[in-house]
């Protein structure tokens, strides 16, 4: 693995000075232009160089006109339009729909250099500029809008994304090797219009002689006026998400189909290690330099990733939707290598922040059944409780970790993407969770246990509650056999589907039992693609067709968020409402179990002594952080899901 100074073409210039005349594609991007693997830009642009095509990069152009649409001329072959690593939407927009300022993505963290629903506006403009070269979108926000899709923001259910962009292809997934199949067709002469077998796609046609054995989803119609029949459809569509066994989905829109091909099949090792070795300048171009740079990167820039996919199937996490269940993982060789290159990197300071992925302790597939018959179609790896083929070992991650921290120049190796706590739980052999505690974590480890209602956790497709408290018993007793004082910071949820006010007192009755304030509070946000989103917008659960409670008074939600949050003062009023209304007055005053006292606590100048100040219930060790409405996990590598 080499370290590269030159970025691909941003500009005439460039474009010149490499003596390219015509680009074959232009990548429009949402995002600045990041030249790290953390990065879908990035690793699509290099993949395709490396297959001897010319790419060029028009990251956030100004949506006002055309004109930044032709700022590199027409491409051979075609446009890839992606929003970026994250959604646009949520990019924009806080769960309760407030927007946002800033944009850890743009230069210097400011917002406003991305439109709304950027794949639609970009692919509009870029047929403006050059009516028919073929448009192809993929990303996060592409592949979460296959199908129609409820879309929270507009509170209505919208089109497959592919009609409203007018896009001739959408990649779906990781899209590496669909882009590369597609890319040389194009070259070998093949009309984008006939291009419709490639797998990891999808395609508009007004025909289906040509399709076999597919099954038929809801029309459009249909799903708009009856919610049971949107549920139906998820159900389907959910179900055919494999490479092995997958069948083509044909989606009706009167006399036209939306047509998804099965998914493409998982990166072998290889294919992976090769990806990643791709000659990526790992930083940010240097036109964003003026504005202080891109903070995105800042959190990416000493991580590594090991592996895709996630087997864990949380129903609020549209992941499983987008890189699948099935684990696709990098050699170590590749791994090490990476890490040694970080550490000749001029601003290395001997940490390595994550070797990980959407779950860092998920590095192999979950049974070796998956090779050759995919993932079961009717039972989840872990929910609710982990089936007998799945495969609970630690070994080879803690191998990976012990070769990298040993490495000249590492001081620490430490895990950020997340443990699933569960997984750890079900291992017999102790060895990991010591080495975890003794070398990767600094003061504390970040876990997702997310609620601890079971009905709620049962809709989340989350262990349950003694699941969670097990772990936490090992670990202190870990971390006391090992003389240290590490802390664990559970990151919790608030009106997700099946979560009413009694299951939030629990859930704040929990949090004083924990004796201090949790560091992040989040609402659920329901975002396309999700089985979560699914169950909000139909009450119902379509997995086993019972409806499920659904808060969405905005007044609830707060009063849920505020009962999780009940050491801030300034929630003193929605917590007592929502103590009063659940008739748990018994909650409110000076006893030890009570989560409020009788009257708010008023705010004193800062001249009164201490003595004299009034104390709360509950240490908020974190109040600053807690008090803000989070957003979901917003991880470069993966757009960041909980585990």
């Known amino acids: 693995m080499k370290s590269n100074t030159q970025f691909l073409p941003i500009s005439r210039e460039d474009m010149k000075k490499n003596h390219i005349s015509q680009l074959d594609f232009i990548i429009i991007t949402g995002d600045a232009y990041i030249d790290h693997p953390s990065f879908g830009t990035a690793i699509i642009g290099r993949l395709l160089e490396s297959e001897g095509f010319s790419v060029g990069i028009i990251a956030q152009p100004s949506w006002d006109s055309c004109d930044d649409f032709k700022k590199l001329g027409e491409p051979k072959y075609g446009f890839l339009i992606n929003s970026g690593n994250i959604d646009s939407m949520v990019n924009h927009y806080t769960v309760a729909k407030k927007k946002r300022h800033d944009d850890l993505y743009s ?56 009609l409203d962009s007018k896009a001739d292809l959408l990649i779906y997934g990781m899209g590496e090797k669909p882009i590369v199949e597609i890319a040389n067709l194009l070259r070998y002469g093949k009309p984008i219009n006939h291009i419709t077998s490639v797998r990891g796609t ?137 890490a040694k290159l970080l550490t000749e990197d001029k601003d290395f300071k001997g940490y390595i922040h994550d070797i990980g992925g959407p779950t860092a302790n998920f590095r192999q597939r979950a049974c070796k059944k998956q090779i050759e018959y995919g993932v079961c179609k009717d039972r989840q790896c872990m929910f609710p409780t982990p089936c007998k083929n799945l495969i609970v070992d630690h070994t080879e991650y803690l191998s990976l970790l012990k070769k990298v921290r040993t490495l000249p120049k590492v001081k620490k190796v430490f895990i950020r993407s997340g443990i699933r706590y569960d997984y750890l739980i079900y291992d017999k052999n102790p060895k990991f969770f010591n080495e975890l505690c003794e070398h990767h974590i600094s003061g504390q480890l970040k876990v997702a246990p997310e609620h601890i209602s079971d009905k709620v956790l049962c809709e989340m497709g989350k262990p349950s509650k003694d699941v969670y408290e097990k772990f936490i018993t090992k670990y202190h007793a870990i971390n006391k056999k090992l003389g240290k004082k590490q802390f664990v910071v559970p990151y919790l949820m608030s009106s997700h589907p099946g979560s009413d006010l009694n299951a939030a007192i629990e859930l704040g009755q929990y949090i004083k039992s924990m004796g201090h ?50 050491g801030n003062p300034e929630n003193h009023n929605l917590v007592k409402s929502a ?39 509950v240490k908020n060790t974190n109040l600053k952080k807690s008090s803000k409405n989070t957003t979901p996990n917003k991880r470069s590598k993966k757009t960041s899901y909980r585990k």
């Open 517 to 566: 304030m949790p560091e992040q509070v989040q609402d659920f946000y329901p975002t396309p693609g999700s089985l979560s989103t699914t169950i909000y917008y139909t009450g119902i659960n379509p997995f086993t067709n019972k409806k499920v409670y659904v808060t969405k008074s905005q007044k609830e939600k707060n009063m849920q968020r505020a009962l999780l949050q009940f």
């Open 202 to 338: 999808s395609y508009v046609t007004n025909k289906l002689d040509n399709i076999k054995d597919y099954i038929l989803l809801h029309s459009f119609d249909e799903i708009t006026s009856d919610k049971k029949a949107y549920a139906n459809s998820y159900f389907l569509s959910s179900r055919e998400q494999d490479s092995v066994w997958g069948k083509p989905l044909v989606e009706p829109y009167g006399d036209r189909f939306v047509v998804q091909n099965p998914p493409q099949k998982p990166l072998s090792t290889r294919e992976m290690d090769r990806v990643y070795n791709l000659p990526y300048t790992r930083t940010y171009h240097p036109i964003y330099e003026e504005a202080g740079g891109i903070p995105a990167l800042k959190e990416v820039k000493f991580s590594i990733t090991s592996h895709r996919g996630c087997y864990g199937s949380c129903s609020f996490c549209a992941l499983t939707y987008h890189q699948g269940r099935v684990i696709q993982n990098r050699s170590q060789d590749s791994i090490v290598s990476e």
């Open 107 to 162: 230069p210097g963290g400011k917002g406003g250099y991305r439109p709304n629903r950027a794949v639609i506006v970009y692919s509009n403009r870029a047929r403006e500029a050059y009516k028919n070269t073929p448009i192809i979108i993929g990303g996060i926000e592409a592949s979460l809008r296959r199908f129609a899709h409820y879309d929270y923001w507009d509170d209505k259910i919208r089109k497959s994304i592919i």
């Open 579 to 617: 103590l009063t209304s659940c008739h748990r007055e018994d909650l409110i005053g000076n006893g030890k179990n009570c989560l409020i006292p009788t009257n708010p606590i008023i705010k004193r100048k800062s001249s009164q002594t201490p003595n004299n100040k009034e104390k709360s219930n």
